[in-house]
Every structure is written in structure tokens, then in C-alpha cells.
């Protein structure tokens, strides 16, 4: 049985952590094919949009500690930042760095790296029952995969903080109103909605969103002049796409776009 399963319906990547007896911990060879399919996805033009949820209660109770911990061998300095920066990191910059929309359906507890890892994606949608737990503290571990980065610029350092410091779980209700989950819905309808979501996105404008994701998460981190310059050289690229040469040709026409993403 496969540990992610892929599958690819009408231009999007389906990738489904399959782990449900360990609540989709995620093991090292998890990671490793993750990043490759997010990898890949980015890279093929005959996939649009991407959805990442889990089977089972989970959609990610994060790394898998006792699967992928290792008890012999003497521990050197760096070796921690070594495994941190090739491993959970790695993982949320793959994510962020997708040239294609990724939607989280968060079907369940996301905790810890598991957290981070659907606050990462561009979209995220959460069944009712889903909780979201910043665990580290539980462990006397500090957050890693990202987090100390996503949180504060997702809601802000004084609400980064609380999440951290208590380690407390959010529902998917709260997390909704604090910004981390674009909207809820019922269980039985969250499947039914990515698709919808991911169906939209990949009739859309690919290169288009791909420039404004980069932009949008550039912005973050850069000061105005730096935003500027650089949405003014995603609009000239952009220009040149055939998607953006049928955007101008179909309001002139007075007809719905068809985008082909290229």
C-alpha cells in the first residue's frame, strides 16, 4: 500500500498522505515523495492545480518521531539543523515553491509539522472536524518546518505566539476566524469542494497564478519599491503567455475565456 497515494483527474494532482493508523505521520520516504511529486507538478504543464489532504481521523499529526528517530550514533553539532533543513523545511519550501495553486483539504488533526504543512499551501479548506495544534511546546521542542515564519504573517506575532506558547488545539471554526482557513465545511462535503476548488483553479490562467503566488509571497518579506519592481516584471512576463493574449481577446470579443495554461 502506497504511503501517498497520486492520483490526476482533469489537470489535477491529487497527492493523499496514507498513514491512517499513524494519523499521516509523516515518515522520511513520505517527505522525500512528496517533495518530488510537488516537484513534478510544478514542472508539467499538463497539471493545473494541486490537492493535498489525508485518509482517515488525520489529515498530519506531523513528523513521524518514532518512525524516523534514531537512537544509535553519537550526535555532533549541526547534525539537528542538518536534518531539520534537508527534511522539514524542505518539505513547506516545495510547497510554497509550486508553480501551481496547492489547496490543503485539511481532513482532521494537522498538528506540528502537519499544521504547517497545510498552512503552506495556497488555499485551505477544513472539514468541521479538523483541529490544528502547534505541539511543539508539548514536546520542549521549538516549531520547525516553517512555522515561526507562516504563523506570524498568516495572523500576526502577538496570535503566533499564544498558538506556540500553549500548544493549545484550534478548531477549524477559530482558525477560520483567525485567518488560517479560507472556509469550512461540513465533513461529508470536503472532498466535494476541493474538487471544485482545484477545478476552477486549473481552468484558470496557470502562469498568471503562478506569478501572483510568487508575488504575494514575496511581498511578505520585501519592502515597496521591491514589490513594485517586481509586479511590474511578473505583468511584462506575463504578457507574453498565450493565456494572457486570450484574456484580453475574450473581454474585447464579449466572451468567456479559455484558458490553456501556457
Excluded at 71 to 82: L, N, Q, S
Amino acid at each position: 500500500m502506497s504511503e501517498v497515494v497520486h492520483t490526476v483527474s482533469d489537470q489535477v494532482a491529487y497527492l493523499t498522505l496514507n498513514r491512517p493508523e499513524a494519523m499521516n505521520a509523516i515518515t522520511p520516504a513520505q517527505r522525500d515523495c512528496l517533495i518530488a511529486l510537488l516537484t513534478d507538478a510544478s514542472a508539467d504543464p499538463s497539471i493545473r492545480a494541486v490537492v493535498l489532504t489525508g485518509t482517515g481521523r488525520g489529515f498530519c499529526a506531523g513528523a513521524d518521531l518514532r518512525g524516523g528517530a534514531t537512537t544509535t550514533g553519537e550526535r555532533v553539532a549541526g547534525d539537528v539543523a542538518r536534518t531539520i533543513r534537508l527534511g522539514a523545511q524542505r518539505l513547506i519550501a516545495a510547497v510554497l515553491d509550486c508553480e501551481k495553486p496547492v489547496i490543503a483539504a485539511v481532513n482532521g488533526t494537522a498538528a506540528g509539522l502537519g499544521a504547517h504543512l497545510a498552512l503552506a499551501c495556497d488555499l485551505v479548506l477544513a472539514a468541521e472536524s479538523a483541529r490544528f495544534i502547534e505541539v511543539f511546546v508539548r514536546r520542549g521542542l521549538v516549531p520547525d518546518g516553517g512555522g515561526a515564519y507562516l504563523l506570524p504573517r498568516l495572523i500576526g506575532p502577538q496570535r503566533a505566539k499564544e498558538l506556540m506558547f500553549f500548544g493549545d488545539a484550534l478548531t477549524a471554526t477559530d482558525a477560520e476566524r483567525l485567518g488560517l482557513v479560507n472556509r469550512v465545511v461540513p465533513d461529508g462535503e470536503l472532498e466535494k469542494t476541493s474538487r471544485e476548488w482545484a477545478q476552477r483553479l486549473a481552468t484558470g490562467p496557470t502562469r498568471a497564478l503562478a506569478l501572483t503566488k510568487q508575488l504575494v509571497n514575496a511581498s511578505l518579506a520585501g519592502d515597496r519599491t521591491t514589490a513594485f519592481a517586481a509586479e511590474a516584471a511578473a505583468q511584462e512576463i506575463n504578457m507574453t503567455t498565450e493565456d494572457a493574449r486570450e484574456g484580453v481577446a475574450s473581454f474585447v470579443e464579449r466572451r468567456s475565456p479559455e484558458y490553456r495554461g501556457r
